[in-house]
């Protein structure tokens, strides 16, 4: 006899499988009565019979004095009925953890499993519990034939359901997702929200998906899969079902009963707009799940003394994470049922985790005093570790001092979790000091534009580990999206080619395909025509000549004509383009090198708005302390017009639109409208990732993000991207004409007729006044025709070639269609028709994942001259961390003299220039004007060349300037070509130094050339 894969072979192996290992047993899915004492009631949402029996046998004496108090033939009815009145009022979660109490006599509805085995009469009324798995379960009260596949049941109340469905008979998740959205009425008692049923899975042999909140075609399902590699989905399973862990693992009895116990809570937002307050259950997903679970497996076996790197991408929910973790941990029992830890230390800077954390454990085991938050002073930590408080949270400022006492504190344990990942919010740490106390033009314009107070931060934590050592009584649990070289060395622990590894990983291509957040490089436009007046100089700090260049780049990047072409574009980008995006909400950031020029940005951008009379772009700016520019001192509340604190709040508004930002902000700030970031300014490597990482925070109606980068090489992205994804590919810089290229190749293999895509046309752009409900299946139409060529071709490779080109149009024209210089009407229509023909097009057997090329949607920015690039992400090897592989190796230059008379010479021989030495004259008098500058003078006697060449540069370019207009040719060019105008200001620079260092006979007075 052949066995036949169908929908009900599957639910008889899930069944089979909970009855014979899980715990279970079997539910009976006939309507409670007389004849079937534990059958389901439909209309109260239980199994009434089932739980009497559990009140009866776990709480005899309880039961007898509700016997005595209501009768014995009427105990059991107005039991239950006091049982849903408190659902009703209370929900599920609350009633199952704490009970309810009936005319003074309290009733227990659940035991869980005792942290120790110290209590052998909890372990056995933990062993009482009766957990059902009941199938084909008519659940409506206005329908009775509709049925859901799976229930599973504890002591009679429901606390999950599924939909299962088999793909070798044409039906996945998707149609089990769909009956739950378009079938299931919300209303009905079993799958009310709270009250009932408290998560719902969506489930075939591949994948699984759940929600806890049926809200009809608003619906989300988010994804509960272990994950494929790096990326979304389940690895193969040799032993059965790819989806065999949630019977398996998450709903036997023990897990299922932890579950429910300690990870399922009740998260109450209220929205900052409206002030109204809106509640979710909030389930575990699996990699939190199996993540908690892990360690805490580990901790009890090892004991203290560990270290745990938890290397979880932006998206993950690591708040959630850290929350579950940190209250198990403080009740955690070893083997010999001996508590693990003293106390639990959270090192973090989120201001909410501490309410989160408290709200959380009430409702777990409504305990207070559980939490102690530290924010005044050391005594206030010293007296919370001395007093041995259960979970005590502190900021990583403090970090140093947490460490000397739980180093001083031999007798106990702690566990240690370091949420490293979320240093100073506004970069207003001890490291960023020296921009805050800044108040001259100068020290604004050269402050290091790579201080990072965040790493800088986070990295106390690993020097004092670094520094004592491990200890033998602290575990250390860091939680991190990306980890550098020395946190994998201080956290990790060694994998099999003795390397450290994190202890469990949830990556950034995984957080992508599963829709957690967005792809920050999926749109990613590098300017190189237009800006090549202000491409920054790739620096070496070890040469002089380098800081040179950066310093005169950075001087020429404030130029007002370069800041006004700038504005203009990110203006017009953001109106034409951004503002449309995610329901008119959108928002734009722009990252700017230093304090002034995000104040010179922002007047920059006042007077652009005012020039055009544009009045719907509102302008904030964030920057530290005081600003001096042209003499005049700005702040970032003077400017704005209201305080600091009140600034992301100010932003959330409709008022505001775009953020300009100098280090503020680039970091830990969650604002998930924004959509567009305009880049101006070097990142490298963490700094990358972190800025970028800005726009990655989903929300209603936002599909994808756009990148306009200034300053930086799609390489260098890339390369900053790769270590925390996996082998990122890039494209070159496209010309857009490659996209007719790829249009005759489509056309080519004859499925789309040019006559369909017209068709097309016709509907899908016709003003929205014209539009019919009949229109969409028009749509349909002119698509189904190509779609019937392409499934009828015997030709596989032929498909596959076929899908991979309409693919890689759609891609580039998502891209190209937002800088390309001209518009095409033809081109737009045929994008429009490939981007919705893509999705309908069959999928071979064993494809499979999340495609999100297919919500790119079209625009309508245009621009001319333009260099373009895009970067994507995909699957390779594994990437490398590096550090510092040597250490004082650095030497001083020891270079010749750079005399006013040769540089025209060099300048001619580096940059193919044909200047004459009749151009000497220019520079020549540009050293006289600054040789005549006493103040100048004096300081290039009494500083070597590197002091000098602080005050030099803004004085010469200044100079530079005022002469300008006599010598157009060489003008031109020191303005357009940034490396020439270096090296032309450094031999000026030399020669003024030396000038002032002669005596009247024109001898050196003071020995030393410059270096």
């Known amino acids: 006899m052949n066995m036949k894969a169908n929908e009900r072979g599957f639910e008889d192996s899930i069944e089979a499988w909970l009855l014979d290992h899980g715990g279970y047993a079997q539910g009976s899915n006939a309507a409670y009565g007389p004849s079937n004492p534990e059958g389901y009631d439909a209309a109260l949402g239980l199994w009434p019979g089932v739980l009497t029996a559990f009140l009866r046998e776990s709480q005899p004496e309880v039961w007898a004095r509700l016997e ?14 006091r049982v849903v009145a408190d659902l009703d009022l209370r929900g599920t979660l609350d009633v199952l953890r704490h009970g309810v109490t009936d005319s003074g006599i309290p009733l227990r509805l659940a035991f869980f499993r005792p942290a120790s085995g110290l209590n052998p009469e909890a372990a056995a009324r933990y062993a009482l519990n009766r957990l059902t798995v009941t199938r084909q379960v008519h659940y409506a009260t206005k329908d009775p034939t509709l049925s859901i596949d799976l229930v599973l049941a504890v002591n009679g109340l429901p606390m999950a359901t599924a939909e299962l469905k088999e793909p070798l008979k044409g039906q996945t998740t998707e149609q089990a997702i769909r009956q739950y959205k378009q079938d299931r009425d919300p209303r009905e008692p079993l799958l009310r929200w709270k009250h009932r049923t408290l998560v719902h899975f969506a489930v075939d042999t591949d994948l699984a998906f759940m929600t806890t909140r049926l809200a009809g075609t608003t619906t989300r399902f988010l994804p509960f899969n272990r994950g494929r590699g790096t990326g979304a989905g389940n690895p193969d399973n040799s032993g059965g079902y790819k989806t065999a862990y949630l019977w398996e693992t998450v709903w036997a ?80 029992h070893d083997a010999a049922d001996k508590p693990v830890f003293t106390s639990v230390i959270v090192i973090t800077d989120r201001r909410v985790l501490d309410k989160q954390l408290q709200d959380n454990i009430y409702q777990f085991e409504h305990a207070q005093g559980v939490v102690q938050k530290v924010d005044a002073d050391s005594a206030q ?27 001083a504190k031999g007798d106990r344990r702690y566990a240690v979790i370091v949420d490293e990942a979320h240093g100073s919010q506004t970069g207003e740490g001890a490291a960023s000091m020296k921009r805050v106390l800044a108040s001259t033009l100068e020290k604004a314009e050269t402050e290091d534009p790579d201080d990072d107070p965040e790493g800088e931060i986070a990295g106390e934590v690993e020097k004092a580990m670094a520094a004592r050592g491990r200890q033998p009584n602290i575990s250390f649990f860091a939680f991190t999206a990306t980890p550098k070289k020395k946190t994998l060395e201080l956290f990790g622990q060694p994998g099999p080619d003795g390397k450290p590894r994190a202890f469990h990983t949830y990556p950034m291509r995984q957080a992508i395909e599963e829709g957690f957040i967005l792809d920050v490089l999926k749109n990613y436009t590098t300017y190189k025509a237009y800006y090549r007046f202000t491409k920054a100089i790739t620096d070496d700090p070890e040469v002089d000549e380098a800081k040179a260049k950066r310093a005169v780049a950075r001087f020429a990047s404030l130029h007002p004509h370069n800041l006004a072409q700038k504005v203009e574009v990110m203006v017009e980008h953001f109106r034409q383009h951004t503002r449309q995006k995610i329901g008119g909400k959108a928002k734009a950031m722009l990252v700017t090198r230093s304090r002034l020029h995000a104040v010179r940005y922002r007047q920059a951008f006042a007077d652009y708005l005012a020039k055009k009379g544009y009045d719907d772009v509102g302008v904030l700016v964030a920057f530290s302390g005081t600003v001096v520019s042209d003499g005049d001192e700005f702040t970032e509340t003077g400017m704005n ?32 409208l924004l959509h567009t970031m305009f880049v101006d300014r070097k990142l490298k490597g963490l700094k990358a990732v972190q800025t970028l990482s800005r726009l990655n925070r989903t929300a209603g109606g936002k599909e994808d993000t756009f990148v306009l980068d200034f300053e930086n090489e799609a390489e260098e992205i890339k390369e900053a991207f790769a270590p925390y994804y996996e082998v990122p590919a890039i494209d070159e810089p496209t010309d857009p004409n490659q996209l007719y290229t790829l249009k005759t190749g489509i056309e080519a293999f004859g499925y789309v007729w040019k006559q369909e895509v017209g068709d097309f046309a016709k509907v899908f752009f016709k003003p929205n006044e014209k539009q019919r409900p009949a229109d969409q299946g028009l749509l349909h139409a002119a698509l189904d025709p190509a779609v019937g060529r392409f499934a009828a071709e015997p030709d596989e490779e032929r498909q596959e070639a076929f899908r ?67 970067i994507a992400l995909s699957v390779g090897e594994e990437q490398v961390l590096t ?45 006289t004007d600054l040789s005549a500058d006493d103040g100048l003078t004096e300081q290039a006697r009494t500083n070597p060349i590197e002091n000098f060449r602080l005050v030099f540069e803004p004085a010469a370019l200044a100079a530079l300037v005022s002469r300008m207009e006599r010598n157009g040719a060489i003008s031109d060019r020191l303005m357009g070509d940034a490396d020439f105008r270096a090296a032309a200001m450094e031999g000026v620079m030399r020669e003024v130094w030396m000038r002032a260092r002669r005596g009247p006979d024109g001898t050196p007075t003071q020995k030393g050339g410059p270096p």
């Open 68 to 81: 005595k108090l209501h009768g014995p033939a009427s105990a059991e009815a107005k039991v239950v009925k």
């Open 883 to 927: 550090g510092p592989t040597e250490v004082g190796t650095g030497k001083v230059r020891d270079e010749d003299l750079s005399p006013l008379s040769t540089i025209i010479q060099t300048l001619n021989t580096k940059f193919g220039t044909d200047f004459t030495e009749a151009d000497r004259l220019l520079f020549d008098q540009v050293a």
């Open 804 to 870: 991979a080109g309409l693919g890689q149009f759609v891609r580039l024209y998502g891209f190209v269609s937002q800088v390309m210089p001209w518009t095409d009407a033809e081109l737009e229509k045929f994008y429009a028709y490939a981007r919705h023909l893509r999705p309908k097009l069959p999928q071979r057997p064993g494809t499979g994942g999340v495609d999100l090329d297919d919500e790119v949607a079209l625009t309508y920015y245009r621009l001319s001259k333009t260099g373009e690039g895009s």
């Open 253 to 332: 009895r023990d897990r299922w009963m932890d579950v429910l116990q300690r990870f399922l809570h009740l998260e109450k937002r209220v929205d900052p707009k409206t002030g109204k307050a809106r509640e979710e259950i909030v389930f575990p997903r699996f990699h939190q799940l199996d993540a908690v679970t892990r360690l805490l497996g580990h901790a009890r076996h090892h004991g203290p003394g560990q270290n745990y790197l938890v290397q979880h991408s932006a998206g993950s929910g690591k708040s959630n994470s850290i929350a579950w973790l940190a209250h198990q941990l403080a009740g955690l």
């Open 641 to 672: 017009g209201f305080g600091e604190k009140e600034l992301p709040e100010k932003f959330d508004t409709e008022d505001y639109h775009v953020l300009i930002v100098a280090e503020k902000y680039q970091t830990g700030f969650d604002q998930p």
């Open 381 to 407: 930590l010293a007296a919370a570790i001395n007093a041995g408080t259960k979970i005590v949270i502190t900021t990583l400022q403090k970090f140093s001092f947490v460490m000397e006492k739980v180093t």
